[in-house]
């Protein structure tokens, strides 16, 4: 009530004074002091109401248009409700670790960043720059492989698991009479099949990169293989596993001349690109072929369809794993990050889903049920791709495996073992250098051990 | 060294020793900052430093793949200063004679090294692209069929150097076509008096006179194209099965890529190290003459 007393006087004040105005004529002098009172004002008072706001830095590595802004509105609203401003900084996924990095060592670290690799949570956490989100995550159940807790402690929030799977031409299928392959024989002839007059079977990317890595084991995963044991030692080259790889080597070579040339310098977005294009009949990825085919390629949505990377045995399948998510740095706004991140994952996540419907794989088991998240055209569309998706967590035969995930929990060394490019090295030296797979495989794991 | 006497002379020394200080400054800190980082092992820059003395040098020194970049290192870099030397004078001489659009030609020699790297990498990219590549179809209409422009090790290491000869070529060229038209022409006239072909000319007067520049040249391109990595990295990453990987492609593969500060630290120092013992070598068997001297 003294408030609205208080707003009545100086409306009534504000009133006389603009009464004034019509007939008082105010001089330059009066004018060039009100201007200088009106700016030392200005000058005195901003710099407290800018301490008085609170401001939160955000990394983002989700650098789409639709993914920023959905980051950008929810900003934007927690800063009406809350008065706390969020900055949205964006980069590419390959450069948000050592962007975080560097604003830790810089001494102006951002307070929550996006990590795309288990290893740099384990560094970041190791260092005690992480603020556990225990409180968080337990509010919701998660599917496999994609909290990694560390000592007992969830130190980050997933919002994507970015599987890797394999999509094919239906129609292509159709014209040569040819069945989803259910073994490796049997991918391998329908690649060459399907290549000739230019079009080409299938794209796998074979360079050192993490994007060979992500779409080109997922065959070797469904056959068994494993890189390290419950004590993270190598058993890539014992006797169960070598022979595995070496029949693996030994596949992608048959399965190469069926792939169009560069594919040691092919990337996410070559391989996007083929496929839109017509150029492949298969190709591996997440959710995110889909997306942009509707996009791009529109009349090619109905002639795809998706499986799962075979075995050689047409017993196992797999898929490559992958994962995003959120980490909230111990800064001094801590406290305020984690009120955002509790707001924001109950009333923005789906929003943020939606900004890469399909290829955003929700890790929450819940969305999968929110009407909310399945109100999304897209994903009310591809019901059968979305039920395909939620398949690898829900079923006991799918194996999800990923070489910076091997071992029994998180650790730096499964993920300095990817870093090494080991695996697409043996790939390079047996599909284009000629090198007898058994070799290949003792190069491997020889290069593995150099950094266990 | 006659000293600072006037006010404008000290005013001189003055503004030279800051500007000493300066670049002394950025060249000394992050060279300790390495030398520092290397006596350490950490997983990365926030991480907790260990301190293992010269284990890291120890550890480097004994890994093979150490010395197959230094190697690849060795093979770029000498190839790559060769060429865009030989090249660089043949251009110059073309361009030193006078013919009808000389301005344009100067101009459109100069145009490679205008272009950012990025641009460059992305254009050798886009031409030896295994599909739709220009030069990939034109040697499948050769009969050569479609090569593996980045599959194949020695191809690789082929359309590195000649990408990287193609962009800095046209430093040296327009380096030695200043130092080609400081040669009087009367020292041409005495030699064609004296009954001196072309090639006679070449070899005692314009090589001679072109000396000095000529060993500024290859020392400034040593130093360049050893620590160069933005054209490799930008074309190969290093690959395939790491025939393009040199030492700086190794020190970032290790530093920020594979959790090894202290080891990506060392193999930069080694490298430093080896491009000092290098250049010392050089400056011992190619002194660069001062004016008092060549007077």
Known sequence: MENHKELDVLTMQANEANQDKKIQKFGRREILKSAIAGAALFAGGAPAVHAQQKTIRFLNAEPSRDSVKALRVAAAEYERISKVKVIIDTVIPDDAYNKLQASIAAGTPYDIGTLAFAGHVFILADAGKLVPLNKLVSKHKWGPRILFPINGQNYWYPYDYNFCWMYYRKDLYEQKGLKVPTTWEQMAENAKALTGDGKFGVAQPLGNNAAAQWMSLGYMWADGVKLLDDNFSLVVDNPTNKPKVMAYLDFMKKLSPSMPQGMTQALFGTVLSQYSSGQVAHAPYAGRLMEVIEDKAPDLVAKTGFFMYPDSAGKGQAVNHGYDGWVVLNTPMKDESLKFMEWFTENQYINFLHSAPLHFQPPRLDVYDDARWRAHPLVEKHANLVEFMKSFLTRKDVIIRSVDTEGPRVDLRPAKMFETFAITEALQNVVYNGMPSSEAADIMAKKYRTVL | ?295
């Open chain 2, 1 to 295: 060294m006659q000293g600072f006497r006037t006010r404008s002379d000290k005013a001189l020394k003055w503004a030279f020793i800051a500007s000493l200080s300066i670049i002394l400054l950025l060249i000394l800190v992050p060279v300790f900052h390495a030398i520092q980082l290397s006596l350490f092992q950490s997983e990365s820059f926030i991480s907790n430093k260990n301190w293992v003395g010269l284990a890291n040098y120890i550890r480097i020194l004994n890994d093979v793949v150490f010395w197959r970049s230094l190697w690849v290192g060795l093979v770029f870099g000498l190839l790559t200063i060769g060429l865009q030397v030989f090249l660089g004078i043949i251009f110059a001489l073309f361009l030193d004679r006078s013919f009808p659009g000389l301005p344009i030609i100067r101009g459109i020699v100069i145009l490679p090294y205008l272009l950012p790297t990025v641009v460059v990498a992305l254009a050798f990219q886009w031409m030896l692209d295994g599909t739709l590549g220009l030069l990939t179809i034109w040697a499948e209409q050769l009969g050569f069929g479609r090569p593996s422009w980045f599959e194949n090790s020695y191809l690789a290491m082929t359309v590195v150097i000649i990408s990287s000869v193609w962009t800095w070529t046209p430093f040296v060229t327009v380096s030695f076509l200043a130092a080609l038209q400081t040669i009087p022409k009367s020292l041409y006239e005495s030699a064609k008096v004296d009954g001196a072909g072309l090639w006679s000319q070449f070899w005692h007067v314009t090589i001679p006179m072109i000396l000095p520049m000529l060993m500024v040249i290859i020392l400034l391109r040593s130093i360049w194209m050893f620590n160069k990595f933005d054209i490799v990295w930008l074309l190969t990453k290093g690959g395939p099965s790491s025939a393009t990987e040199h030492l700086p492609i190794l020190a970032y593969r290790r530093a920020f890529l594979q959790y090894d500060v202290g080891g990506g630290a060392a193999v930069a120092t080694l490298s430093f190290l080896i491009l000092s013992v290098l250049i010392l070598i050089y400056f011992y068997y190619f002194p660069l003459e001062d004016k008092e001297s060549s007077n």
